[in-house]
């Protein structure tokens, strides 16, 4: 996805740069001697801390001064064991842990802020539920309809889990095999998402977590279906696909379902640069005294940035659950 100058960058301090497919090999810079690469200085850490008691193993590599654009280079050539240790084509480990790594990713970005993190441990999911559902910001919102959708399948998900705790409803999700990615609906995904961070969060950070992603979620069904003509356009244009007429006819169809029940996440992060310039500022003020008591987000300079963050990482945990297969660059005027 190509930067969108829609907005100056005199007048917003944050920007989404890119969209990287998932074959995209240059920004995994952060290498442990074990043969792991990461995205990001925190996920090398939680590696290092769970796997190696935080000690760096020979080989352990990472850009000069953690500048993450210091030091681009393809990872080197995988060979049998690496495929023998499951790794994929750009020596991204599927095993079971990456989402979790992910998650704890946005806790360590979050931890830079401020103190986010729940003081309680859910044992049962039982109790998870109850948190997650009596937590959720319904007063937040003048109209249900903004929320219902995702608060339903944070119940559905949950109830699951409680009637199959040790079954993870994520294995019924069926899979498109032509993309390697899940055909779950947007708003599922982002109600999974809720659920997982959900319970590590304390109740006041959730309530500003689940809020932005609900904002998301209606970015997302406001602009969605023109985000993604613009995009076929665009294709098109370049050569890329030869069905742009039967892909718009297509979508017209479409046009009166609403975006993130139709759609999968093949294509969530079309509108990043409109979500967090144009969105995000013009939407958060009409929280009124709500966004006043917000400590990460909201439409002042700095709160946008920690939405340019989270957005960030929301698309690593996206990816490494096989939703999309892009993830976000994303950078700040601090980065220029």
């Not at 050539?77 to 020596?91: I, V």
């Not at 003081?119 to 997650?132: A, P, R, S, T």
């Amino acid at each position: 996805m190509d930067p969108v100058n829609s907005t100056n960058k005199d007048d917003a301090s944050v920007q989404a740069r890119a969209r990287r497919r998932r074959n995209d090999q240059s920004s995994r810079d952060y290498t442990c001697g074990c043969g792991k690469s990461y995205l990001s200085y925190p996920a090398l850490y939680t590696h290092l801390k769970q796997k190696h008691q935080g000690s760096p193993p020979q080989g352990t590599t990472q850009p000069n001064n953690m500048n993450p654009k210091a030091n681009r280079g393809r990872p080197k050539r995988l060979d049998e064991n690496d495929l023998k240790e499951g790794k994929s084509d750009d020596e991204r480990s599927i095993s079971n842990n990456e989402p979790d790594e992910t998650i704890e990713q946005v806790l360590l970005f979050l931890d830079s802020v401020g103190n986010f993190r729940s003081g309680i441990k859910y044992e049962k999911e039982e109790e998870k539920q109850v948190y997650l559902l009596n937590s959720f910001p319904k007063d937040y919102f003048i109209n249900n309809q903004d929320y219902q959708t995702i608060y339903n399948y944070i119940k559905e998900i949950t109830n699951e889990r409680v009637k199959n705790p040790d079954q993870d409803p994520l294995m019924k999700e069926e899979i498109d095999k032509d993309k390697n990615i899940k055909k779950t609906q947007i708003s599922k995904i982002l109600a999974y998402f809720l659920v997982a961070i959900g319970p590590l969060l304390n109740e006041d950070a959730y309530k500003e977590m689940a809020t932005f992603i609900v904002l998301f979620s209606i970015a997302l069904n406001e602009t969605g279906y023109q985000a993604l003509q613009n995009y076929e356009q665009e294709q098109y244009q370049q050569g890329d696909t030869d069905k742009k007429t039967q892909s718009l006819v297509k979508q017209d169809q479409n046009m009166n379902a609403v975006y993130c029940e139709e759609q999968n996440g093949e294509h969530i992060l079309l509108i990043t640069n409109e979500f967090i310039l144009s969105f995000l500022p013009q939407n958060f003020p009409k929280l009124g005294n709500i966004e006043k008591t917000f400590r990460i987000f909201g439409s002042p300079d700095e709160k946008l940035k920690n939405a340019v963050y989270v957005t960030q990482h929301l698309s690593y945990w996206l990816y490494a659950m096989k939703f999309t297969n892009s993830r976000l660059a994303l950078y700040t005027d601090d980065d220029q």
